[in-house]
């Protein structure tokens, strides 16, 4: 079965750094989204990306979050200056279309800012 | 504002037990609805969906649902679970209305099955 991956698994950083946290949709997916998970609470939506731009962002996805599609097959999330509240475990997930009835998550990447 | 509740954040069972997680979400227009499954160290996967039809769904690996929509529930449950069916549990919504397709999801149960 296809699979999303995401890359590293583990990320660890320094407040104020900036962090790129990568994925690899599946193939012939056009709809990419991120979620996250801070330890003990509920799966959130960040953003929703599709045709080269964002459709659909959360109130969490602040100017400090930015997302892009840079060569065709990977889609990274940006968080220009990290902060202590950042540390989640953020999930990459596609789909073929645009309803969910297809939609694949990846395994996430956990992200600790110290 | 749209939310989904899963009212029991932690169940333990024995093997063979039967199981039934409760899922209620809070929006008055049409809905999908979704259970998911986190296995320790793994990713988040579809175990079943409610688009349209049959309120009764069934998924994978022996669970089905079933969308009761005057209680805006969508429950999930197996007759017999076992030691592998231990992982985290998600209930979801998209406000298919509101034309978007973020998902809204649940807090999560975690599940533990006993040998």
């Known amino acids: 079965e296809p699979e999303v991956t995401q890359t590293p698994s583990h990320q660890v950083t320094q407040m104020g750094q900036e962090v790129i946290l990568r994925c690899v949709p599946i193939s012939n997916h056009l709809y990419f989204y991120w979620y996250r998970q801070i330890l003990g609470q509920k799966v959130e939506f960040l953003v929703s990306?599709?045709?080269?731009?964002?459709?659909?962002k959360s109130e969490i996805f602040d100017d400090q979050f930015s997302v892009e599609r840079p060569d065709g097959s990977n889609f990274t999330l940006k968080i220009r200056s990290t902060k202590l509240e950042d540390s989640a475990m953020y999930f990459c997930?596609?789909?073929?279309?645009?309803?969910?009835?297809?939609?694949?998550f990846g395994s996430g990447t956990q992200l600790s800012v110290l | 504002a749209q939310s989904v509740s899963q009212h029991n954040h932690h169940v333990i069972l024995s093997e063979a037990a039967s199981l039934e997680l409760g899922c209620n979400y809070s929006y008055g227009g049409t809905v999908n609805l979704f259970w998911y499954v986190q296995y320790p160290g793994q990713h988040l996967q579809l175990l079943l969906k409610y688009f349209s039809g049959d309120p009764l769904v069934k998924g994978i690996k022996g669970f089905e649902a079933e969308f009761i929509k005057s209680k805006f529930s969508f429950n999930l449950r197996k007759p017999s679970v076992q030691w592998s069916d231990t992982a985290e549990y998600f209930c979801a919504v998209n406000a298919r209305s509101k034309n978007t397709d973020k998902l809204i999801f649940g807090t999560g149960t975690r599940l533990q099955v006993f040998p």
């Open positions: 990306f599709y045709n080269n731009e964002i459709s659909e």
């Open positions: 997930a596609s789909s073929e279309g645009r309803s969910n009835e297809k939609l694949f």
